[in-house]
Structure formats: C-alpha cells, structure tokens
DNA sequence: GTCCGGCGAGACGTATCGTCTTGTCGGCCT
DNA sequence: AGGCCGACAAGACGATACGTCTCGCCGGAC
C-alpha cells in the first residue's frame, strides 16, 4: 500500500517544487492546480497523488525546501523557517545585553523577509489555506512558525533574568506585542511594513504607550 | 445590460444569503458552490450570478446581512462590524476616564464575538479569501473591519489629551498592540482566546514590560 | 390587457478533480 | 548477465462545478 521512498525519484521531486511554487507565483493559488503542476513539471498526476495528499501539502513541502536552499546558500547552519511570523533564523536571536537594539534588529530582518517577493505569493497561499483548514494549520504552525517564534520566548527570558522585563510578565504574550501586529498587518496590507513599523512597535511594547 | 434593481426580488435575496451562510457552516467554504447556494435557495443560478460576481462577494453581503440583523436585535442604531478584528459596536468605545478599564472591557467584548460560532465559519472563510485576494481584502477591511477599529483611534486621541498616553505615541501602532494579537491568536488558533489574554495585552501595551 | 424584465429550471461545453490503466525504464538481487 | 519489481510519464475515465445560455412563467408598471 505505502509506496518505497528509497525507489522515489528526486528529479521528479524537484521538478515538482519548481513548477509548484512557480505556478502559484504567475497565476495565483486557486488556480495554481494539481494538473498543471502536473504538467509544468513534466510529471504524471499519480507520481504527485502518490506521494501528496493535496496541493497545500505539495506547496508546503516546496516553501520548507525552498527556506532550506536560502538558508544553506546564506551560510550557517539550515533552519527551515522563513518568511512568516518571525524572521529569526536558526540562528537564536542575538543576546547583547541591549534587548530593544536586539529586538529591533529582528524584527526589521523580519519585515525584510516579508517583503522579499520571491517568498510572498507561497507563503501568503499558505497562510490562507491555514485559517480555513484546522488540521493544515497546526502543521503548518509548527513546522514553519513555532520554531522561530520560541526563539523570542527564550531571548525575553533571558531579559527578565537580566532584570529587563519584569518577571512576572508572561513571554509568549509579550511576543505576541511584536510579531503579531507585523504579521497582521502583512496579511492584510493594512499599512506599510518598513523598519519605522518594527522599531515603534518595539519601543511601544517595551515602555507601554502611557506617560512613565 | 446592467440589471434593473428596483425588479430585485427580495426573497431570493434572503434566500440565498441564508442558503450562503447555512452551507458555509456546514461543509466549508471551499466547498461551498454557487450552485450549491442556488439548489439550497431553490433559485436559479442566474439569479446568483446577475447579482454578485463571486462566491465570496455573496457570503460578505450574507455576513453584513447577519450582523446588521443582530446588531438591530440588541437594541442601538444599526453598525455593520462585527466578529472579526474589532468588537467595539457602532456604539463607540466608552470613556469612562479609565483607559485601562475601557479597553479591557471592549476588548473582552470582542473575544465573545470572535467566539460565538454563529460568525465563526463565515468570517474565518473571508478572512482566509482576503489573504489571498488583495481587491477583495481591501473591500472586506473597508467595510468591515475599519470602522470598528477608526473608534480604538478616536479612544486612544481622547486618552492623550486626557495625559493617560503620551502625546507622541502614533494611535494607529498603539491600536495594533491591542488588536492584532486578538486577531492573530484567532486566526491561527495559536492558543485559547479568552479575557485573561486580552487583560494581560492591555496591561502590557499600556504600561509596557520592562521595569517601571 | 399588454409589455418588460427578473425569476426558476436546467441544458450546454469546458476544466479540474481523483482514480485507474498501460507501457517504459532503471536499480537491485540473484 | 538476466529477470523482477515498482516508480514513473502519459492519459483515459466518470464525476462535479464552472459560467453562459435559453426557455417559459409570472408580477408589477403603464
């Protein structure tokens, strides 16, 4: 029943990747299609049926390829992340004792990865089929997201044992303040996503909006 | 060639937003079809297609339609929000005096909106259409979502001339503070929506989390 | 009473779905 | 070296939804 992935062809694979991420790129996901795919490819739809259970699953695994590639060509060691409610790479977040300088650094690489074109078209398909799919969601948000995001839980941590953040904040809520906002505004194109963007946010949920 | 509006007939109308809705909740938007809608209503796909130009335009008149009729039904002047990224009613937001107390209490009034189920599926399903389709996102926000959040703005000016937020903070970044994560954490079913969250983003958005 | 246009119904050709069949080809085991 | 096995490319298949269209029907305006 379970097709051999040792017998699984990697041509193939690569080609349907490529085809996939290009489709969605030029005609948009709904009409990106496992067909065409199919087609661009130079495939048979059975060798996608067999190894995919839909295009989301397809696209998903071409977007974690693709972050895979940019990662290994920009240097350090592979992560998987991108392009969605984070930024921080692999690489932790950098500890230099000055945690809105550091803050602030990520975020702006962050906006940067959102507005990097090459990954916009997937990873906005992916984010769409994850609020109306439960299932694809929770794959999709540990795979892609929460890797990336329990690293400004660990930095924020490491701030309250400095004394930075009162300690009885809670850190998953107070990176909320950060990412979410730019993730919300990327997502529906509410407003500019640029480095001034990043910096208040930091500054606001740092010292509050109130008079200190 | 356009049609003749005043011919409109008033119970289709109904029909087909109930049909829109009560599908939509059922099995899903994606595999809610004009065709469905139209054997639902018991009318005519013609009908369907003279009036509206996509399935999604069809379910956001549905979903206006559901919220005027219950903001009618809970007594005050008519809004049109509802259920998504806002929950501050056409009422307005109070100004007690008390910041914090006010946006608490709106924004837990919002968590109840985005977890009644009778709006879930359907604002979910535009939602994830807005990802995906920049026209249809920039009518959806307009529409629904901005006036709603124009009263936060209004509320937060009030409150900086009232000396509880500084003057130079921009109300519209203070305002995602708030929002977004609510927006966010529903959207991505990325932990429980609940009024302790939305206590704990007002008390940290206003006063910040580092040490006072 | 006549006319006009929206209405319900559904036929039509096209496109994609997911499954299934056919024949080819390359790697592995003997 | 020869034979076998299973993934592969190609595409046929019935089902479904698309969006357009053509029918009568019917109700309000004149």
Redesign the interface.
């Known amino acids: 029943m379970a097709p051999d992935s040792t017998r699984r062809s990697a041509k193939s694979r690569r080609a349907i990747y490529d085809a996939a991420l290009a489709l969605v790129g030029e005609v ?3 009409k990106t299609t496992i067909e065409g795919i199919a087609a661009r490819a130079g495939v048979g739809k059975q060798t996608i049926y067999r190894w995919w259970s839909s295009k989301a699953e397809v696209l998903m695994e071409a977007f974690v390829d693709l972050s895979a590639q940019a990662a290994e060509a920009a240097g350090g060691a592979a992560d998987g992340d991108a392009a969605h ?1 984070d930024g921080a790479g692999g690489d932790g977040i950098p500890d230099t004792g000055d ?1 809105e300088a550091d803050l602030k650094a990520v975020l702006r690489a962050t906006v940067d990865e959102l507005n990097d074109p090459r990954y916009e078209a997937p990873a ?2 992916l ?6 799919n ?1 299932a694809f ?2 794959e999709f ?1 540990a795979t892609l ?1 929460m890797p990336s995001l329990e690293l400004y839980v660990k930095r ?1 941590r490491a701030a309250q044992d400095a ?4 300690a009885e ?2 850190p ?3 990176r ?2 950060f ?3 730019l ?3 990327w ?5 500019p996503l640029d480095h001034t ?1 990043a910096d ?2 930091v500054e ?9």
């Open positions: 948009g996901y709904p409610g945690l906005r398909a984010a769409a089929e994850g609020v109306g439960p969601a929770e948000v997201l924020l004394g930075q953040v009162r904040v809670d998953y809520i107070a909320d303040l990412v979410s906002p993730a919300q505004r997502l529906q194109r509410t407003g963007y208040r946010l606001y949920a740092l010292h509050g909006i109130a008079p200190r």
